[in-house]
């Protein structure tokens, strides 16, 4: 079986964009492969977090992955800093990698834009999530097209280790998104759909009411032409809802345009609000039963238990590599 890594930062509410970007991804691979999936507190704090929040977010994102179907029976599910390697084996990369390349990075180079200074984790995070993956001799780490990036430096990173000590990391290979997957902003279908962006209704969470899912379709930037059809470059907006209401319901993007192929954005969109509605309404049903279950807890300590067993394997390799110990 080929082992599986992924993970999501707790920092405010999971939506659609995450779930049909990744998180999908993440129940289907577990039906055939070794699966591991953390929440990645750790990254998370590379911006300032309150601590009660961040400690809500964690069991948020935990309660979440249970809730969209990844079984703790066959996938393990922990916490980033309840395993030490992970910051043990960043350090060791670190040492391993070059300014020059980390400054390249697009995610740093967007955060840091216009500002005279930024947190060294944030120039750092890319080392944090390649050992991430290098910790668990990952073989799949499935993920969304924007992490390209981060996959090519963790491979770099890890092939330069292996050119000096041989067979100390497994090579990962990133699973993408086919390119008409990636869910965009509601408000601005030109950028992707994200937790942090201010008008709430760019994006729909996972668990929003059904009121605000209406509201926030309803209001989808569109345009002025009145017609249904699949085209990104020129109709961005439109393009997008026809990706969400392909994504949800299974039909293909061909036979939902025909479909409305007489009809205005109106009707369109209010059949949308409801395939989606329907789509994440088991999704909230089971995640109000798991979220303040005694259950949620005792999972992510075993969780913890059977990935620091793994990393401890990994970890002792790379210190009798690297001459580390005694």
């Given at each position: 079986m080929k082992r599986v890594f992924s993970g999501v930062q707790p920092t405010g509410n999971i939506h659609i964009g995450n779930y049909l970007g990744a998180l999908r991804q993440f129940v289907e691979l577990q039906e055939e492969n070794e699966c591991i999936y953390c929440i990645v507190d750790l990254h998370s704090i590379t911006v300032p977090q309150d601590p009660k929040e961040l400690r809500k977010h964690i069991l948020d994102v935990a309660a979440l992955y249970l809730a969209i179907g990844i079984d703790p029976k066959k996938s393990i599910v922990f916490v980033q800093s309840d395993v030490s390697g992970h910051a043990e084996l960043s350090w060791i990369l670190t040492c391993n990698s070059y300014t020059g390349e980390l400054s390249r990075m697009t995610q740093f180079k967007d955060k840091s834009k216009g500002k005279e200074s930024a947190p060294t984790g944030l120039f750092t995070y890319p080392i944090l999530m390649a050992a991430d993956i290098l910790l668990y001799d990952t073989d799949i780490v499935p993920v969304g097209n924007d992490q390209k990036q981060h996959i090519e430096i963790c491979r770099d990173i890890a092939m330069r280790v292996n050119n000096k000590y041989k067979d100390t990391f497994v090579i990962p290979d990133g699973r993408f998104l086919k390119s008409g997957a990636r869910i965009m902003s509601l408000d601005d279908p030109t950028s992707k759909m994200s937790k942090s962006a201010e008008n709430i209704h760019s994006r729909i969470s996972l668990l929003d009411e059904d009121s605000k899912i209406k509201k926030s379709i309803m209001r989808a930037t569109t345009d002025s032409d009145g017609e249904i059809r699949f085209d990104p470059e020129n109709k961005p907006g439109v393009s997008?809802?026809?990706?969400?209401?392909?994504?949800?319901?299974?039909?293909?993007?061909?036979?939902?345009?025909?479909?409305?192929?007489?009809?205005?954005?109106?009707?369109?969109?209010?059949?949308?609000?409801?395939?989606?509605?329907?789509?994440?309404?088991?999704?909230?049903?089971?995640?109000?039963?798991?979220?303040?279950?005694?259950?949620?807890?005792?999972?992510?300590?075993?969780?913890?238990?059977?990935?620091?067993?793994?990393?401890?394997?990994t970890m002792k390799r790379v210190k009798d590599h690297f001459g580390l110990g005694f």
């Open positions: 997008n809802l026809l990706s969400i209401y392909s994504a949800f319901s299974g039909e293909s993007i061909d036979d939902i345009v025909a479909k409305y192929a007489d009809c205005g954005y109106g009707d369109f969109k209010k059949d949308l609000v409801g395939i989606t509605q329907e789509a994440v309404a088991p999704i909230k049903q089971n995640f109000n039963e798991i979220r303040e279950s005694d259950e949620l807890k005792a999972i992510l300590r075993d969780g913890a238990e059977k990935a620091n067993t793994i990393a401890e394997k």
